[in-house]
């Protein structure tokens, strides 16, 4: 079973808007963690943010923020003011377990184009 | 800082040859490093684990002679692809984990783009 889910192959947002970009997932752990990453057409993996399993707060980091809803398994990402250099592919993955080989299971992606 | 490079970056090779990529964290200790392979438009496929001074972890259907690995110090880990062939034409990335991070964030590499011919 997929443990990682990301439904929409490819976005459009308008520059300047916001846009939301959906992520479940399946554990059985207690502990775990959701990381959000960017993959830009050169092919870089660039770290956007995390959120662990016990934060009660949803984590923001400038103008990515992570809308965790627990009981609901989802940890979809918001973008905010989308810019131009926003357009790239974005994944979604999980490391279930704290101290463990923090092996990361990841998404299939959702490719996120801004328009001008 | 947490910058990992990867070298090279591009490689075009003939079949049956095989080909090193390294995987280096410059400006921090990395406990574990990981490889991965990743097919155009796909996610990343974890292909094994990596620890300093230990044997790599494979994931199933990753053949370990054929995708060898070694973390020889806490900064370098590398993979040989050993006789390649164009099915091995992929985009492999490592990443590494620093040992003390909160989270435990991997870094990525900037990936290496290998082509068989």
């Known amino acids: 079973a997929q443990k990682i889910t990301q439904t929409q192959p490819g976005m459009f947002v308008q520059e300047k808007e916001a846009v939301t970009l959906d992520c479940t997932y399946d554990t059985s752990d207690q502990s775990y963690g959701l990381f959000w990453y960017k993959q830009p057409s050169s092919g870089e993996m660039i770290f956007l943010i995390y959120q662990g399993s016990y934060d009660e707060q949803n984590a923001t980091e400038g103008r990515y923020s992570l809308n965790f809803q627990k009981a609901r398994k989802s940890a979809n990402l918001v973008i905010s003011a989308s810019q131009l250099g926003d357009s790239a592919m974005y994944f979604c993955?999980?490391?279930?377990?704290?101290?463990?080989?923090?092996?990361?299971?990841f998404g299939q992606g959702t490719t996120l184009q801004v328009k001008p | 800082g947490a910058v990992v490079s990867q070298h090279p970056s591009w490689v075009i090779c003939k079949s049956g040859t095989s080909v090193k990529i390294e995987c280096r964290s410059l400006d921090f200790q990395a406990t574990t490093m990981f490889w991965y392979r990743q097919f155009p438009k796909q996610s990343l496929m974890l292909m094994a684990t990596?620890?300093?001074?230990?044997?790599?972890?494979?994931e199933q259907g990753v053949e370990k002679d054929k995708f060898l690995i070694n973390h020889a110090s806490l900064t370098l880990s590398t993979l040989t692809v050993t006789s390649a062939h164009p099915e091995d034409s992929s985009f492999y990335i490592c990443s590494a984990r620093p040992g003390t991070s909160v989270p435990d964030t991997q870094y990525f590499g900037p990936g290496t783009r290998l082509t068989v011919l």
């Open positions: 993955a999980m490391r279930e377990g704290w101290g463990s080989t923090g092996k990361l299971i």
């Open positions: 990596s620890n300093e001074g230990s044997k790599a972890t494979y």
